[in-house]
């Protein structure tokens, strides 16, 4: 039995993933069987060969869990004070945030919550090496916006990533959260945007900009490049059709973009954005409602 742990709010976006393959509900957990995927894109981590077993008292709970490895993130649900005394009984597991490019933990951590006084649910193997899947950075005071932790976050725990001397585009640049990060690895950046950037980044050496609407430039007009990123607020089913415009053109061969709702979550055109060959999607834990898709091609 999988179980997937729904982002706070997403719920919904998670049930409709898992379609026929969920089974039942417990707060934020989706517990599934059959041919799901091992970590939808709805979910903010899963646990894998889930296991519930009735438990006879605090100290019961913690044995039972450290028989079967040192290391767990609890998930607080309910019954959160007995939750506590069980966690206090385990080794501390120290909260370390992310860092920027770091390699991402390699310690083994379990997930584990109670669903009744006398029930825990746990799972020794979890898909994130993240506690719960909580991709934490301690952050950059420097940083126009707060887009960029959704870079960074792709970069550090997926390991998706320009390299330097890389020509790269940021479509939607403003204020240039997107464009920092990027010029900071060293790459060659051309930020397009109908609206001026931060002008601490406008005046980085490497980057460029372009003071117009993305929809009105065709491809050739920019010309071969390594990278295309987007981060536009626009309606998906455009950013479809501004990315196929690009794939089609053969002048890009890597994307990441932000796929960005308003109101209801538009399942159909993620549908397209899944259906690329090659590509991924993911809800990151820094996005808000949103998705974040990238293709790589090298």
């Known amino acids: ?17 898992l379609g ?45 869990l ?58 020794t193997r979890t898909t994130s090496p993240y506690p719960n899947g909580e991709v934490i950075f301690e952050g950059d005071k420097r940083a126009p916006s707060r887009a960029y932790l959704k870079l960074w976050e792709l970069f550090t725990a997926y390991g998706v990533r320009p390299h330097e001397g890389d020509k790269c585009v940021d479509f939607g640049a403003c204020p240039g959260g997107w464009t920092w990060v990027l010029a900071q690895l060293g790459c060659h950046v051309t930020a397009i945007d109908r609206s001026p950037l931060d002008p601490a980044v406008a005046n980085l050496k490497n980057v460029t900009t372009v003071l117009r609407n993305a929809f009105t430039l065709k491809p050739d007009d920019v010309g071969p490049i390594d990278w295309f990123f987007s981060d536009i607020i626009c309606f998906p089913k455009d950013l479809y059709e501004l990315v196929e415009a690009w794939r089609r053109s053969g002048l ?47």
């Open 1 to 17: 039995m999988k179980v997937h742990v729904a982002f706070e709010g997403f719920e919904n976006e998670l049930r409709t993933e």
């Open 66 to 123: 450290r028989a079967l490895q040192p290391f767990w993130a609890h998930l607080s649900l309910n019954h959160h004070r007995r939750a506590k005394l069980i966690e206090e009984k385990l080794p501390r597991l120290k909260k370390v945030e992310a860092e920027f490019l770091a390699p991402p933990p390699q310690k083994s951590i379990g997930g584990w919550t109670l669903l009744e006084p006398n029930r825990l649910l746990y799972g």
């Open 20 to 64: 026929s393959t969920l089974k039942r509900e417990e707060g934020r957990l989706f517990f599934a069987e059959g041919l799901t995927l091992g970590d939808p894109a709805w979910a903010q981590t899963t646990w894998l060969d889930a296991e519930e077993v009735e438990i006879q008292s605090i100290g019961d709970a913690a044995k039972k």
């Open 252 to 298: 890009c061969r890597n994307f990441v973009c932000s796929i960005k709702f308003k109101g209801e979550t538009d399942h159909e055109t993620v549908r397209k954005f899944a259906a690329i060959p090659g590509s991924r999607l993911k809800h990151l834990y820094n996005n808000k409602h949103e998705m974040t898709w990238w293709l790589v091609a090298d």
